[in-house]
Structures are given as C-alpha cells and as structure tokens.
C-alpha cells in the first residue's frame, strides 16, 4: 500500500527553560488515494509534526524518537529518519511536497509563475526547459490558473491563483504524498471550496495520498476520509471522519464539534471549550486537556492510555474500549 506511515514521533523545541516536547508520539497514516486530516487549536503541533516529515525543522527542533517510512507507487520504502542530505533532495519535492499557508512567501516574487511550477519539472523529471514550460502551463490549467496567466508574476494573480500556482509547483513531480499546512486559511469561503473540491480531485486522480492540516473542522468534513485531532502535541482521537463526527469519543474533539457554526444551535452564541490552551510546555501532568474538561476526574493525573474502540483510537480514560 502506498502511503506515508509514522509511528511514535517526537519533536522536541530549545527554549531558555531547556527542551520542551511539543509532538509527542504521534501515529499517523497517510495513504494514497486517501486524505487524511490534522486538526487542532493553533499551538498544537501541527505544523511542526509537517515539517518533520520533510525533515524541515527549524535549527531550534529536532526530532527525538520516531520513525517515519515512505512506501512509494513503485513500490519501494524509504526510511525518510535514515536519509542523508542527497537522499532528502530526492524525496522532497519529487516524492513528498508542501504546500504552505501563504504563498506570498513561498513563491519568488521575481520568477514567472510557469517557470517556478516549470523548476520542479527541470529538477525531478529532467525536463528540457520548453517541454517543462509546456508541461507546466497544463498543469496551471488543470488547477484552473488559464494559460494567458502563465506568464504573470505572482503578485499579478489573486490570492486563489498563488494558492493554485503553490499546488501546481507541489504537483508538478508527481509526488507520492502532499502536504498542504492550512492551504486555504488566507483566501475566502468560496476559493477555499474550490481550491479544497480541486485538492480532493487530485487525490482520487492520481493516487497521491494527502495530509491535510487545518484548524476548521468543516473543512475536514467536506474533503477528509480520516482525521487526527491533536491537542498540546499528542494525538487525543484518530479514527474516519464520518465516524468521529457521528460519535466524537474524546471530551475534546466534541468541544471542537460543538463551537462549530454549522453543528451549533442557530441563534445562540457558539459554545466554546472554556480556557485556553496553557503556554508550551506548562500543561499539566496526565491528560494534558484536563484543566479545560468537563468530565475531568482524579483518574486523569495519571496519563491516560490509549483506548481502542471499534477503528478509533482515543486518549481518555472515558472513552469504553469495544
Ligand atoms: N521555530 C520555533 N521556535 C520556537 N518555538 C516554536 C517554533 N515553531 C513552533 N514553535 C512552538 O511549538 C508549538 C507548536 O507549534 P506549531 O507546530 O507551529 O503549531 P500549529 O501549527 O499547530 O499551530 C507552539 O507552541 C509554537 O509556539
Ligand atoms: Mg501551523
């Protein structure tokens, strides 16, 4: 099966208190074909769980315990924690790419957009320079940027056209497994369908396995087959989307349900799930949601495990194992 597996990983941050976890052991399954979402409040873990998968950290985090493999469509594995740095340009880009959450800045403001899409096609599939070009301007219009836009520079295109020039240049190698980190937090409502509607497309079209990473759980209803919700680093609930918001199972991921406009009552203020979440690091010791949670009892100082009920897996000692 083709897909991104990981299992157990752990980043930790250097603060002026030390190192602090901020991902802690967290499964994830990226298969093709399939979409697969992250959620959780800002400050969760989220982008720093995507960046470890790229092996993109920033100087001041680094991957602690984990491991994280690749079984590509050709059906070879790629154990992407022992890739050295000739093995990570291979595997970036042409067999896993990202799309980030503005494009202003991951685009060159200085480079025609058919020819940073045109770069990725040089580079991975050893494309002259014309048939890269002509291949990318394809690529352009599929996502839906028409070709008398090819030759535009990125500020002459709307904030919808970047975010789809960003897709196309993650595309163009014909990767094995996108992540796009928040890909439509910047546009409005009705891009942001689009552009998810066209993520979804691509998915089915090609086979490519997709990590989804946002914060709004509509958008995981709309274009997920399963989702991870992740709270203060660690995952508290994975299972299918339709089932987790048929029954969510964790106190948590049904707060994020219930403050959801679309499922709260109509008329009344969305409820929220009260406190915040505490500063990196200051959680308290077991379940670290425990200090915001309704059903919070003394059994929860103690780290819950994890439960398995049914296909779920669920991090409350609440949750009924079946
Ligand atoms: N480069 C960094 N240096 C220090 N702390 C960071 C850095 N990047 C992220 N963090 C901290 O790590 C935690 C997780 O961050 P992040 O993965 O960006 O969360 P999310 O994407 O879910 O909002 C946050 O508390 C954030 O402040
Ligand atoms: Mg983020």
Known sequence: MTGLRVQGLTVAIETHRGPVTVVDGVDLDVQGGRCS???GESGSGKTLTALSLMRL?????????????????????VDIMGLDDAGLRRVRGRRIAMIFQEPMTALNPLMRVVDQVGEGLEIHLNLRRRAARQRATTLLERVGVP???????PHELSGGQRQRVMIAAALAADPDIV???????????????????LLRELVAERGMGLLLITHDLGVVAQVCDDVTVLYAGRVVEQGSTVDVFKSPHHPYTRGLLASMPSTAPRGKPLPAIRGVVPPLGRWP???????????????????????????????????VPR
């Open 57 to 77: 950290l920033p100087t001041s985090a680094h991957i602690t315990a984990g491991t994280m493999s690749l079984r590509d469509r050709g059906g070879d594995t």
């Open 147 to 153: 070709a008398a836009r090819a030759t535009a520079y």
């Open 285 to 319: 010791a077991g379940c670290r949601f425990r200090d915001r949670c309704d059903v919070a009892a003394d059994a929860c100082a103690v780290d819950p495990p994890v439960v398995i009920v049914g296909e779920r897996r669920v991090r409350c000692i609440h949750a």
């Open 37 to 39: 979402a992250l959620v």
């Open 179 to 197: 992540i796009a980190d928040e890909p439509t937090t910047a546009l409005d409502v009705t891009v942001q369908a689009q552009v998810l509607v």
